[in-house]
């Protein structure tokens, strides 16, 4: 790995932090960007900083991500946009439409921790910073020794079909895209209105009318209030990975993810080896 990626860096010689001001939330500077940015999410559903990784680290940090790729646990299924069990439905209903994914990723307990994603995820000003933007006080990492920190990866087929997500928020991290596809595509803040089932019908079938691409390109840091707003990940295709790491936060300390998510997600529990 070293050999890949070079010495050591600190995470706050990652981050843009000349546009991007997050190491100090009690400077003037720092709690006006915070404030502009929590105001950006309320709006919108989303904060996406693009450039907030710079060019060197962005290089090691991507360099990094390939390398791990292989480590991917990869699986396919189908679901719906709740991503719900659904039984007795009609087939009018959206709840019983189903959709396809097919993603792989890399537990965080396979990231060394002298990995530059590593350091920037265990760096308080970040998770500080993210905390502002959703309006969280207090905000902790995730105590999971496989999702806490994942990256998520797309070769070519890879996509995730439109959905909901069950968590409150999502953070992510663009460090390479594909060649081709791989667009993140959403409907904003739909959830809860009169005609919600209406508007996801209507995105199920295709129709573009309200559909939103971002521009999430290389070095994009991107906070998404993804169980308001239904999204997905176009299919991927080409031989380059698209590289996404997701970057996990909850307010109450100690919370993971079940046994049975882990099992799902990457294949594994992590009591294997006590066993």
């Not at 950006?40 to 559903?45: D, F, I, N």
Request: aromatic share 8%; with cysteine.
């Amino acid at each position: 790995m070293a050999s890949v990626v070079g010495p050591a860096v600190l995470a706050e010689d990652m981050v843009d932090l000349a546009r991007y001001p997050i190491a100090d939330l009690a400077s003037a500077e720092g709690a006006a960007f915070a404030a502009k940015c929590r105001q950006q999410y309320e709006t919108t559903g989303l904060c996406a900083l693009h450039g907030f990784i710079t060019p060197p680290a962005l290089q090691r940090l991507a360099a990094e991500a390939e390398a791990l790729s292989d480590k991917a646990y990869f699986c396919k299924s189908t679901h719906n946009a709740y991503l719900t069990e659904e039984n007795g439905l009609g087939g009018d209903d959206v709840r019983a439409r189903q959709e396809e994914t097919y993603v792989g990723s890399v537990a965080y307990d396979l990231i060394p921790e002298s990995a530059g994603l590593h350091r920037l995820y265990n760096w308080d000003p970040l998770r500080d910073f993210i905390g502002a933007v959703l309006g969280k006080p207090t905000l902790h990492r995730f105590a999971d020794l496989m999702g806490a920190c994942s990256i998520n990866v797309f070769k070519d087929g890879g996509e995730h079909g439109w959905h909901f997500d069950e968590s409150e928020f999502t953070v992510t991290l663009m460090l390479q895209p594909p060649e081709q596809g791989g667009t993140f595509e959403y409907v904003p803040k739909i959830r809860g209105l009169a005609n919600e089932q209406e508007i996801v019908g209507r995105v199920l079938d295709g129709d573009r009318d309200g559909v939103v691409e971002l521009p999430f390109t290389s070095g994009t840091l991107l906070i998404f209030g993804g169980n308001q707003t239904i999204h997905r990940v176009a299919r991927v295709s080409g031989a380059t990975k698209r590289l996404v790491p997701v970057l996990c936060y909850a307010e109450k300390a100690g919370l993971a993810n079940s046994p049975e998510v882990r099992r799902l997600f990457w294949g594994r529990t992590g009591e294997e080896a006590r066993a």
